[in-house]
């Protein structure tokens, strides 16, 4: 009966078979739950795409300037703004308020989409600011407004730079000589005249400016090489405004 003791070497066998269950293993590297970690640039991804497409407003509209005015209206213009963006241009709406205030009245009911538009039933004799606004999806955008206010009356005759055909092209002159240039121009009220050379105002000691109300003379008494450029004339009346320009050029 000794032999009966052997059943008891099994116990080192249940022992290795207890060995797997710490094999528990397996839930401690889920590698399905660390999908959701991959996913996440994903969404990072999606979010600078929603902020690409999201609306933005329009630069300001550019050259704002007036077309016509009388005793009760005021027609202006301008250029479309330099940049619109992917979000379009639904149109401009055009307000003005008078000198001395900031109450602004919109002088429409809807949008234009034109880039020009005439403001009706106006007050004689007002002083108005005037301001352009483009708008499209994401709103309003900034503001393009006239350079001063333009009063309301009725403008007699539109300046006007007569420029003789003669002085239209180069106007060449030689060193000594004596330079004498009529240009007549037109303009009721009597247009302000002014003079520029290559874009800056002119040395009064080297050219005399005699103006009239009909015409503007450019009088040097002995040319010099230095007296060559261009001499821009501009005649104004309110906000009204031509300007004309001559190429002289001294030889010798």
């Known amino acids: 009966m000794p032999s009966k003791p052997a059943p008891m070497k099994k116990s080192p066998a249940k022992a290795a078979e207890k060995a797997p269950e710490p094999a528990p293993a397996p839930a401690e ?88 538009f005439c403001i009706h039933n106006l007050t004689t004799g007002d002083l108005l600011h005037v301001r352009v606004v483009a708008v499209n999806p994401a709103g309003r955008s900034e503001p393009g407004t006239l350079a001063q206010p333009v009063p309301i009356h009725e403008i007699g005759e539109r300046p006007k730079v007569r420029m003789p055909r003669a002085l239209r092209a180069c106007c060449v002159r030689k060193v000594g000589e004596q330079i004498n240039m009529v240009i007549p121009f037109l303009g009721k009220p009597k247009p302000a005249v002014s003079w520029l050379k290559d874009g800056k105002p002119l040395d009064t000691k080297r050219v005399n400016i005699r103006n009239s109300d009909k015409d503007s003379i450019i009088f040097i008494r002995t040319a010099e090489r230095d007296d060559s450029g261009v001499y821009e004339m501009s005649v104004k009346v309110d906000s009204f405004e031509d300007r004309s320009a001559i190429v002289l050029q001294i030889v010798g």
Request: hydrophobic letters at 40%; aromatic letters at 4%.
């Open 29 to 116: 590297a889920p590698p399905v739950d660390a999908a959701p970690a991959e996913a996440a640039p994903a969404a990072e991804a999606e979010a600078p795409a929603a902020e690409g497409g999201a609306p933005v407003p329009t630069s300001a509209p550019l050259n704002v300037s007036v077309e016509d005015v009388n005793e009760t209206n005021l027609t202006i213009k301008w250029n479309e703004p330099q940049t619109i963006g992917g979000s379009g241009l639904d149109g401009y709406t055009i307000e003005y308020c008078k000198d001395g205030t900031t109450d602004w009245v919109v002088a429409q009911k809807e949008l234009t989409v034109a880039n020009s």
